[in-house]
């Protein structure tokens, strides 16, 4: 194809299939949108595929949510410290301050570009409560010594696994390892539901929270009221959010969830040929999965490092886009931002390797709708964009 008629790629569009748009259509037609039997049904789908119980999870409509409600439902101590990566999006910290908690960020490794557990111990003091690892890109943190941490300092482990609803870490799935896991079914996820996100818990106590927090603090769900076993009272037992999943959500993330192993190794071949073609090209590439860890491919991230390759990360990003090929930045380290400057003090600097990462990184896109054909275009631009940058 006239690569001038090419079509937009936008990052991170999802694969949908026949099945996804005949459930909601089911849905709309069935009469019940909101939280129902779509939603228990994935509910026990994701226990399933997790290896674990169904009162172990929750769905939710966000990881935000999921990462928020777990915090409330954990009980910390108002003002607590939890420990994050600055390497991360912002809803990570935002959930933390949300649920009254302090965030303290732990460096990355430049590496894996997940937090360091040195770092993590470093950052250590008498009011820190929690870990809150980010498995970045898909690829597990390093959790034999964050266990060892939090068990060491009696800390609970919340892990944001919004990038690794596949991964594993030496043969365990990642969200099994802490207290709380919690997975995000947004638009751009490997798992999508448009909006939406599971709690994944070790107690059945803390989803039973969890469940009643996600909605309204009330004892019993709408299902359970409207149902056809007659007209239930519920009781208002804590003051919740508005946080439920809705059966139209749930009938996407269903069939989604039934082709999740196979868009993987769809992701696995593309990001693997993006490594082959890329090895002679003057840009970071990632780490390689190590062998005792299953990698979830969410995202290819390259260093766009200026020295190296003559043109600077935004100008790429832009001759990217003129070339019709959406890109991505995951992420700007949460310290550039203003609002976290101004309200904790926090500045780039103090976290070097998430602030370099953070000024060079580039995400391609990584999606299973991607064709051979889009996955060589977007190889061939990333090529003739440094090809002109080393000539200048
Ligand atoms: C997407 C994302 C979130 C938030 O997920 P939502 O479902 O959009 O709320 C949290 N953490 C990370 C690392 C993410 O990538």
Redesign the pocket.
């Known amino acids: 194809m006239n690569p001038n008629e090419a079509p937009f790629l936008v990052f991170g569009a999802p694969l949908i299939g026949e099945e996804e748009i005949l459930e909601v259509e089911q849905c709309l037609r069935s009469g019940w949108l909101g939280t129902g039997p779509r939603v228990a049904r994935f509910e026990q789908d994701f226990a399933a595929y997790k290896g674990v119980a169904a009162p172990h999870v929750a769905a939710v409509n966000?990881?935000?949510?999921a990462?928020h409600v777990s915090m409330v439902a954990a009980g910390l101590d108002p003002g607590a410290e939890v420990i994050t990566t600055p390497l991360?999006?912002c809803?990570?910290v935002n959930a933390i301050i949300h649920a009254g908690l302090t965030p303290v960020l732990a460096d990355v490794d430049p590496n894996t570009q997940c937090i360091s557990p040195a770092a993590i111990e470093a950052a250590i003091t008498p009011r820190t409560q929690a870990i809150l690892p980010?498995h970045f890109a898909g690829r597990p943190c390093d959790m034999a010594s964050i266990m060892d941490i939090a068990v060491k300092h009696k800390l609970l482990v919340i892990e944001?696994c919004?990038?690794a609803v596949e991964s594993k870490y030496r043969g365990q799935p990642v969200g099994t390892f802490g207290d709380f896991g919690c997975f995000?079914?947004?638009a751009t996820?490997n798992v999508v539901t448009g909006?939406?996100?599971m709690i994944l818990g070790r107690s059945e106590a803390h989803i039973a929270r969890a469940k009643v927090l996600a909605l309204h603090g009330m004892s019993k769900d709408a299902w359970h009221r409207f149902g056809d076993q007659g007209y239930k009272h519920y009781q208002v037992v804590e003051c919740g959010f508005k946080y439920n999943m809705m059966d139209m959500q749930a009938a996407i993330g269903i069939h989604q969830l039934a082709r999740v192993e196979q868009n993987w190794l769809r992701r696995r071949d593309i990001w693997q040929r993006y490594q082959d073609e890329f090895a002679p090209a003057p840009l970071h590439l990632p780490t390689e999965p190590t062998d005792d860890t299953r990698h979830g491919f969410h995202l290819y991230t390259v260093g766009v490092e200026t020295q190296r390759t003559g043109i600077e990360r935004d100008a790429f990003l832009d001759q990217m886009n003129r070339r019709k090929i959406g890109t991505g930045v995951h992420y700007l380290s949460v310290a550039e931002h203003p609002y976290y400057q101004h309200r904790f003090g926090w500045q780039p600097e103090h976290w070097p390797n998430a602030m370099r990462l953070g000024r060079e990184t580039v995400s391609l896109p990584l999606s299973a709708l991607l064709s051979d054909s889009d996955v060589t275009r977007v190889i061939a631009a990333v090529s003739d964009i440094l090809a002109n940058a080393a000539a200048e």
């Open positions: 966000s990881c935000t949510a990462l991360t999006f809803a990570t980010v944001d919004a990038h995000s079914f947004y996820k909006e939406g996100g």
